[in-house]
């Protein structure tokens, strides 16, 4: 017991020095949790540093990413590396940033805009349980602090996990009961968290944080449970615990200490033996929980997207001029892929009976989850599976992923690689009205560094480019179409990502059009009315957004005759196709004309939606003829 | 009684009625509700159909906003309208919309995107509240389907109205027990419900949702409330309720009946006198709630966004060169427009320390209001804030603001007024790395119809435009840096929204370089260097991101000798400035170069970032050498 105080000093004084160093950090959000944190790696958090990937290991989400000092001194103390490395914390050349990120290896995911991590650990706890005994389900472990809990995403997350019983699962609620501003809305009521926790169908253990008995007999407790619930230990703890001036001081978050308060608080901890260790506990061996395909081996966990066999041409085709919308074809395909690949997983918000995902589900019921109307929580379980090693596939309206656009921000800060597929894009789904119609997400999916964005118009190209999306890193995004559109294109054609299909071209052509989706199909009417007036234009489906066909783009503005190019798009004017284009010709001298969605739209027809919105074949007539 | 079953029979009626001649909408899902609803509207519900602004009227959100066939048969049966007219339900020119909108004058705010209206609904009872004794409170009623209840942001709102004790707050939870493609995860659990209510703070009643006695008694002692709690009121329903083939019957989620059925159905609910008529209770006359300075009278609310007088220039000033960032002249400066604007209001998700608001919280204590960290829930106490009259500033971290992207689109379908500012942008914030720095916030705003979008770089730039902010229209997005910044302009200067500042210009400019916010200064720097190289280029400060400053735009273009515009931003490559100045000048065969952040960042020093991103003065200088 003595040495472990002076392993949770050394945690603590660490703490101090590190944010010391680096001039600013966290330090008193990390000593609440330092009791904790101590008797998790010395007794129970069983990992084999050697092997960070392995699939046996447990895994530990720092949910309360402010207090990552703690999470690299814990690894520091593992002998992971040398203490003195601590002092690079915040450097612009070292691993140990501010918040956790993929540059410290031992993270498991980017954490530090609140409430993410236990969703994340809920998709690890879910994909290392599956097809795996009781007692060899290794545990995720969840740190989180009780300004996070405020968090909408937490209740999600909780409701996932007690649904799918991952009782591998077990989230340690750090109640200090200060926020960053003020006292948090419960303060040290911490019945206040457990009565949410068990509502919400978990097991908790209420201890004293600083206990170190307490929270031994917690995690003792915790990781024999066999309830069939996940476990929440709800811990009381002091923020700034362990140095007098700051234990359970407001006005302290966020800061580090002066020297002259260091020099203080050090002398307040007392000798501390640099020297004392961690001895992590090394996962049996033995077979890995279910393992993607295209890992080498049973053992290790593929690592960030090993990549996978990619179908040149799914087993699935399609007749031209076919009637089909193109999120049916996701649904087909997805589930032929399925079968060549493993990894590929599948989730859905409740609307797999529109996102079509549901054919998946119907071919690998093992391999899809039922996430409920819960998006936020969907992306950051999304997180947890890519970074075993699986490849999600995750659906709703595209409107409604608008409600992860930060979990999805922190999917590429964390490396993940996850594609989103958004069906009922643009005012082209008609009757349901606005609130339903995704006209803000290829500038969502678009804002995301390294994102791929796919907008398909017919089922040949969806189906070709679905192909490569199991092997595309980071953040992708396929938009797909409620109507029925028809099949434009035959099934010996390719679809590369960042290329572009010129549907129709002639040598006498004035100008291009540039369409993607539902308005590609606006385009070719509108070219059949202007050739009638012997007007020639050129029609592009700029099937990818991002990256884009810069080439072909060029190309185009120099073979028309006016050189101008006119961007057709069922989204909202900024941040789409037409800036995606006007981007891409930025240096060109370009003239460009945006026709986009200028309003919130409305109730009605499709075809009558597309009027209204200046964006259907007719409105393209009139423009080009404006403009010649 | 009989006269009961008989109205809520003609509810069911014309719920069926209006789909049919649709052709589309969720017949089942305003079945569920029928009885509730009908109970509520007879003999509950206090509302003046003449004066639907009225401040003491109750309010009435419907947060399962696909059942809106039966918002519209509740105020038609209320006499707002003849019941016929619900045959236009979901035509192009129909206020009948298939999820509610403001083009229907009884919305109170447009739902349809799940598990916002409570978090309107708080937002409303939070202000009706404000300053009236307990019986004098207009009540908020906001009914709930069960497929949302998993939104966290449900309960986010469930911890405000229970932090904030708004016992005028009435959740009706409409457990029908199917979702859209399944059962929801509880089924007909109702408990499941009720425990998580009560361990949120709230008063829970469970009833049989089709028992009209019990439905009377649940309202009866709801409307008595005096506990000091919101009350939810958890009802068991079924699906289809009513009509023998539909009761509880998956498959018919979002399903209109065809004729056949829908006679069959009618037959079932049997012979329905369509003159049965609710009689609103007219609301007490008196003083209204905390009124707006600027509504007219103390009766009537001021209806959507009345305009406030207008400070041409806040009474707050900063000296040239004075060192001050961006976010702390929004807390001085709102704290200043408070004074003179009674509707303005700030909410902050724990961060007041870090965007300044807590100078506003400082100075009128009861018109700030803490949301926690709980940024979804803050967005729509913000809507229903607007929705009354008020003019919410709602601020946190730029970053996350993500957090409520669905939200933010929502309110500006429900034609709110809003202004949203966005602290620690860009990676100019330093070492707290990428979780923290806001690089997706110009694009997530801009995408916005009708929003207004700024990014002063100076003090006095800041104190400007905030000052139109009050009287802005629509959604608006202010965003501020964390670093302190050199003042660059006296206080006589004027910043109009759609304006922008030319810093530096000769006769002599090759070409103009384009910023906002912290890169203006890295521009200026530019200059300094370039300068020296008898190198002459234009500076402009581009504050207004949208609308953007066109004329000046085109002006510089032509008045420039290489006719090229660089663009440089602390914000992702896309949706950004350099896209917003692409757009203004598509027409213009204009030569753009756009330089911002294409990578996520990470831990490092202000300086050492922005050179990491190539938005320094010495990219800068770089890349207009490689230009001339």
Redesign the interface.
Known sequence: MKQLQQKAALVRKWSLISTSV????HPTSCLSAADIATVLFDSYYTFDLKNPHELNNDRFVLSK?HAAPLLYTLYAISGAFPLEHLKTL???D?D????P?P?FKYTEA??????QGLSVAAGMAFALAQGKSANKKPNVYCVMGD??L???????AA?FAS?YKLENLIAIADINGL????A??FNHHIK?YS??F????WEVIEIDGHNLIQIDNAFAKATKNKSGKPVAIVAKTEKGKGISFLEGKDGWHGKPLKNEDLEKALKELGEVDDSLKFTLKKPAAGPAARQPQNSPTGLTRPGPHSGAPRLASPAVSYKLGEQIATREVYGQVLAELGKHDEAIMAL?G?????TYS?DFLKAFPDRFI?C???E??MAGVAVGLSKLGHKPFVSTFA??L??A??QI??A??SQSHITFVGSHSGVSI???????MG??DI??F?????STVLHPSDATSTAKLLAHLPGQKGISYLRTLRPKTSVLYSSDEEFPIGGSKILRESKKDLLTIVACGITVHEALKAYEILVKDNIHVRILDCYSL?PIDNKTLKDSLVKTKKKIIVTVEDH?????L???V??AL?????????MA????S????KD??LK?AGIDAESIVKRVKSLI
Chains 1, 2 share one sequence.
Do not use: C
């Open positions: 680096a001039g600013s950090g990413g915040r450097k612009i070292s140990l940033e501010g918040h990120t540059h980017a954490t530090g805009s609140l409430g300004g996070e405020a968090e909408g995403s937490v209740w999600e409701n649904h926020g960053q501003s003020q948090t809305m206040e009565n949410r068990k509502a919400f169908g859905d409740d609307t797999k009976n529109s549901m039922e409920f109307i819960a936020q929580n409107a409604f608008t409600r656009f930060d921000r922190m590429a800060v008609g009757e349901d009205g606005p609130s339903q006209l803000e500038a969502q678009s804002v995301i560094p390294g991002k909202y004017e900024h941040g789409g037409g800036d995606l006007l981007s930025a240096k060109e001298n370009a003239h460009v004309e945006k969605v200028t309003q919130v409305r109730s009605g027809e009558e939606l209204l």
